[in-house]
């Protein structure tokens, strides 16, 4: 079965401008968390969703937001960009919510110049 | 709220056994997960202990002590293919999310 897609892999943004990512979990998963990598900080959460609901959410800035849709799929924004969101983000599905085993995608590349 | 220590890095041989360690303090502690995430590649789940003892899972083992807030991860008959990071995760009653740890960049050399 597919595993959790994560679109596009690689993009660069300016400062200032907005950027959307997208996630497909594994199908029968309902529940998709979000996360950022970044060499210094490791993987810090950003929120989860489960039944088109946001369940919990990590301390990131209101610029950070995020929704999912009925068919479980979900995406992220961010907007007024600045060169700190620089990061790997990570998307991972479970089939139930909480802090369960996630089964990660291979992650967004956002580089902001 | 959660501190999750591990070391940066680690550099073992081919073929020995390497034990990465991770320390954490939390409060209502719920399980402590391992990840393997290889360079350029997502995350994937190798581990779950919940109770305190050893899991044995083919050449990995994870071990937990819930007094002493501490786990580790013993890898065997070590090989190339096991160089990436390793990711240490707790979870907590109350705020059902998984605390990472910065990860440990395990170099295997022949």
């Known amino acids: 079965k597919a595993g959790v897609t994560q679109t596009p892999r690689y993009l660069i943004k300016t400062r200032g401008q907005q950027v959307t990512l997208s996630c497909s979990p594994i199908?029968?998963?309902?529940?998709v968390s979000w996360y950022q990598q970044t060499p210094g900080q490791g993987l810090q959460f950003l929120f989860e969703?489960?039944?088109?609901?946001?369940?919990n959410k990590g301390n990131f800035p209101g610029r950070f937001s995020g929704r999912q849709f009925s068919n479980s799929r979900s995406e992220m924004n961010v907007s007024t960009l600045e060169l700190g969101d620089s990061a790997l983000y990570l998307c991972?599905?479970?089939?139930?919510?909480?802090?369960?085993?996630?089964?990660f995608g291979a992650g967004s590349r956002l580089t902001v110049l | 709220g959660q501190n999750i220590d591990q070391p940066t890095e680690m550099t073992a041989t081919e073929g020995a056994i390497v034990q990465i360690n991770c320390t954490y303090q939390?409060?209502?502690?719920?399980?402590l997960f391992w990840y393997q995430q290889h360079a350029g590649e997502a995350p994937t789940f190798l581990s779950y202990?919940?109770?305190?003892g050893l899991e044995e899972k083919g050449r990995f083992s994870s071990f937990l002590s819930r007094s002493k807030g501490y786990s580790y991860l013993l890898l065997k008959e070590l090989q190339m293919k096991d160089s990436a990071s390793y990711l240490c995760?707790?979870?907590?009653?109350?705020?059902?999310?998984?605390?990472f740890g910065t990860g440990t960049r395990l170099t295997i050399i022949p």
């Open positions: 202990n919940v109770l305190d």
């Open positions: 969703y489960f039944s088109e609901t946001q369940r």
């Open positions: 991972a599905s479970s089939a139930t919510p909480g802090a369960n085993v996630l089964t």
């Open positions: 939390t409060s209502g502690f719920n399980g």
């Open positions: 199908s029968g998963h309902r529940s």
């Open positions: 995760a707790v979870a907590n009653f109350g705020n059902e999310k998984l605390t």
